[in-house]
């Protein structure tokens, strides 16, 4: 549980630093695609940590936690893969 507050609390750092970039009128796309890695990632382990923790009772019936490890899947495609996100964060980089 505490590495999911970690991930967590990391994940709205990056995002509340790119929040005070965009106030100042910066367009960070590398970072916003790094973010994006970043928090679908994070759901994605959040999620399949909680169903550990549940154990057994987290297939059983219509279980929010069961429904949100499916769904994540969806977060991390959806928008762009992974791979793709970090070669357009790289271009952006220069790299």
């Not at 154990?55 to 928008?79: H, L, P, Q, S, W």
Request: with cysteine; glycine share 8%; net charge positive.
């Amino acid at each position: 549980i505490v590495e999911m507050i970690q991930r967590l609390k990391a994940a709205y750092a990056f995002l509340d630093i790119l929040v005070w970039r965009f106030s100042r009128g910066e367009t960070p796309v590398a970072d916003l695609a790094l973010l994006k890695v970043q928090a679908t990632t994070t759901l994605e382990h959040c999620a399949r940590e909680s169903l550990q923790v549940l154990g057994g009772r987290a297939y059983t019936g219509d279980n929010r936690v069961e429904r949100i490890y499916r769904e994540a899947r969806i977060f991390v495609i959806g928008g762009g893969s992974e791979e793709i996100l970090r070669d357009l964060a790289a271009k952006q980089m220069g790299f």
